[in-house]
C-alpha cells in the first residue's frame, strides 16, 4: 500500500448523531423564538390600532370644537332610487373625513342622498386605513358591491372598518330611520352612549366625566358571524344600527361565532350578537377610545352584569311601542362595563375598577 495514503490526515465530519443533535438544538431555539416573535409583531399591530383609535377620538373632538357636538352615529338622508323614501345615512366617521385627513373624500360624498344611493358607490370602495385594525386581516379585503346599491357599475367594491361608535347599553330596533313614526322618539331615548342615531351629543352632557365614558371601540370584522353578515355588514361609512354601533349587553369578545352557545350549525338565534358586541383579535380584551379622547384596553374580565339564556341582562325589560320592542334596565344590575358606555348613568367608578 502506498505510504502517503496510510499517512494522509483524516478528513474531519459530523457523525449523524452530531447532525440530529445540531438540528434538535435549532429546532428547540425556533419554538422559543417563535412566540416572541409573534408577540413583538402583535404588539406592533396593537399599537397601530390603539393610534388609529386615538385618531379617531381627537377627530370626533375637533369635530365637536367646530360643530358644537360629538358627530352624529346617523343622520337620515333621502334615497332617491327608492322614491320618497329616507333611509339609513352614513355613520359618525363618515361626518369626520375632514378630521381624518380625507377631506377630498368628505367633499367628494353626497350626504343630501343615502349611502346606499349610487352616487356613492365610488366613496363606498374607498380604503382607509384609519379605519383597519391591522390585527384584524380580513378587513382591508374588499367586497363585491352589494346588491342594495341602486347603481351597480361591473368591477365595484366595498371597503369595511373595525369600529364602532359607543351607543350604550342595549342594540336599537331598525326603524329604517323613520323620524315620522310615532315611536322613534320613544325608542332612540334608550341610546345611553355617546354616537347613536340622530345623536348630538355636546361634552357638557357626559356627566359621567369624558375620562370614564367609551366613545368608539373595536369591532372585528372577521368575527362577524354568519360569514354572509361580511358582505352586508360593517361598511366603512354605513350609519345602520348593526353597522355604526356597539353596546354593551353583550361581554367583550363574547359575540363571535365560537362564544355564543347554539344548539347546532342551522341555530342563528345570537347571530345579532356579532354585529353589537365588542371583539378584537389582541388577547384578552379589545382597546376603546374614551370622550377624553385616551384609549385604553379593557380586558374581557372586565366586571359586567349577569346574562339570561338569551343573552340578555337579567332583569332587564322588554316594552313595547306600537309594532317596535325596545329595552330598558328594569332591574337589570350594570357592572362596571355598562357603566362606561353611559354618558349620564351616575354610576362612580374609577379607574382601578377597569
Known sequence: MNPAVLNRPRRAGFTLIELLVVIAIIGVLIALLLPAVQSAREAARRSQCVN??????????????????????????????????????????????????????????????????????????????????????????????????????????????????NRGTFWMTDFRYNTLDPCYSTVTRTATGTIFDGSAVKLAEVRDGTSNTFLFSEAA?????????????????SGWMEDAF????????????????????NDTRFSWASVTATSSYHPGGANFAFVDG????????????????????????????????????????PGVYQALSTRRGGEVISADQY
Open 294 to 333: 385616551s384609549v385604553r384596553f379593557i380586558k374581557e374580565t372586565i366586571n359586567t352584569w349577569t346574562l339570561d339564556a338569551n343573552l340578555m341582562p337579567v332583569g332587564h325589560q322588554a316594552q313595547t311601542c306600537g309594532s317596535w320592542t325596545y329595552y330598558t334596565q328594569g332591574a337589570a344590575v
Open 221 to 237: 370584522f372577521g368575527e362577524l358571524w354568519p360569514d354572509s353578515r361580511k358582505y352586508w355588514n360593517r361598511w366603512w361609512h
Open 246 to 265: 356597539f353596546d354593551t349587553t353583550i361581554p367583550i369578545n363574547k359575540g363571535g361565532p365560537n362564544d355564543v352557545p347554539r344548539t347546532g350549525p
Open 52 to 165: 388609529n383609535l386615538k385618531q379617531l377620538a381627537l377627530a370626533a373632538n375637533n369635530y365637536e370644537s367646530t360643530y358644537g357636538s360629538l358627530p352624529p352615529g346617523n343622520l337620515n338622508q333621502r334615497w332617491a332610487g327608492g322614491g320618497n323614501v329616507w333611509y339609513t345615512g352614513v355613520n359618525s366617521f363618515a361626518f369626520m373625513l375632514h378630521f381624518v385627513e380625507a377631506g377630498s373624500l368628505f367633499e367628494a360624498y353626497n350626504f343630501d342622498l343615502s349611502m346606499r344611493d349610487g352616487a356613492n358607490v365610488t366613496a363606498a370602495a374607498t380604503n382607509l386605513s384609519v379605519l383597519w385594525c391591522p390585527s384584524d386581516p380580513e378587513v382591508s379585503a374588499l367586497s363585491p358591491l352589494h346588491p342594495w346599491y341602486d347603481f351597480q357599475p361591473p368591477g365595484f367594491t366595498q371597503a369595511a372598518r373595525s369600529y364602532v361608535g
